[in-house]
């Protein structure tokens, strides 16, 4: 069978397989929300980004889909990564969703034949998001499946309601998986973890979440976005060169490529920085600091 005939059956089985879990996708009250919410058209459209201060936000906004990932988001998306990390002002970015769930994933029906969807571009996304300078927050707001787990363990720190659930169901659909997406999973949950939750396919609770470490808390629904903004209130006040060679030696280590000399040699350059003189100050003045932004990033 060609491989474009069989990934078009992988669509529909998706389709097929999301409408199966649309029960269960409510919120973590067990109600679906009336549609349209109030503020979004009913259908929604193109992830929207927002900035207050030194804190961006990235929303999606498809309720009626369960937010899924249209091809034509991928490279929205992307756009949207760059005006934030070229706006010099701000130093955490938070994803969030409307509806009853963050995210059903993917939707891959533009790879049939004739289609413009590209087999790794979605991961080329979550690849793109985990590079991002400066620390990224998601709040899951409900459910969240497939390609959009990975999107989620590409940020730094989740925070999950009460009655969330997740799924990975590649082998479910007899698929494999993209090498980014796969190391994602076993470095942030370990290969047990990974291994339970790929290669069943079985969907796990907010307290396994939690448990496994997908997810860093969880909060009852109606204080999701009062605590995800406090994490990022909290990364919006703290010295943002310091954030991001603090996030990118902790990637490094992470991933078992960090350079021992290289981290020590940043440390000690970093307690003579200008940061570090006003962090100093700052704290022995019994105020907050007052850190400068940094210059806007510059492409390589």
Not at 3 to 8: I, K
Not at 70 to 93: F, K, S
Not at 124 to 141: G, H, K, S, Y
Not at 220 to 242: N, V, Y
Request: proline share 7%; charged share 25%; hydrophobic share 45%.
């Amino acid at each position: 069978m060609p491989r474009f005939a069989r990934l078009h059956i992988f669509f529909m089985l998706t389709d097929i397989f999301f409408e199966i879990k649309n029960e269960a996708m409510t919120d973590a009250n067990g109600q679906r929300p009336a549609f349209p919410l109030p503020g979004h058209s009913d259908d929604g459209g193109l992830p929207r980004l927002s900035i207050v201060g030194a804190k961006a936000c990235i929303h999606l906004d498809r309720p009626r889909q369960h937010n899924r990932f249209q091809n034509e988001d991928l490279a929205h998306l992307a756009t949207l990564l760059d005006a934030v990390e070229q706006d010099p002002r701000v130093r955490v970015l938070l994803f969030t969703a409307s509806g009853p769930s963050f995210s059903a994933g993917f939707d891959i029906g533009g790879f049939e034949a004739g289609g413009t969807s590209r087999p790794g571009a979605f991961g080329d996304l979550c690849d793109r998001v985990e590079a991002v300078r400066i620390p990224t927050i998601c709040a899951l707001n409900g459910g969240i499946y497939g390609g959009a787990t990975d999107f989620a363990l590409a940020c730094d720190i989740r925070v999950a309601v009460e009655g969330a659930r997740m799924m990975m169901p590649p082998a479910r659909l007899g698929i494999e998986y993209y090498y980014s997406g796969l190391r994602r999973y076993v470095e942030r949950l370990g290969p047990a973890a990974a291994k339970l939750l790929i290669l069943t396919g079985e969907p796990i609770d907010a307290q396994a979440m939690l448990r496994i470490g997908f997810v860093q808390e969880l909060v009852a629904p109606d204080a999701l976005m009062a605590r995800a903004d406090a994490l990022a209130t909290a990364c919006a006040e703290r010295a943002p060169g310091a954030l991001r060679g603090l996030k990118g030696s902790l990637d490094a280590l992470a991933r078992g490529k960090a350079d021992p000399a290289l981290i020590q040699a940043r440390f000690e350059a970093s307690l003579t920085s200008a940061e570090a003189r006003e962090g100093l100050r700052a704290w022995a003045e019994k105020r907050p600091p007052r850190f400068a932004d940094l210059a806007p990033a510059t492409s390589d």
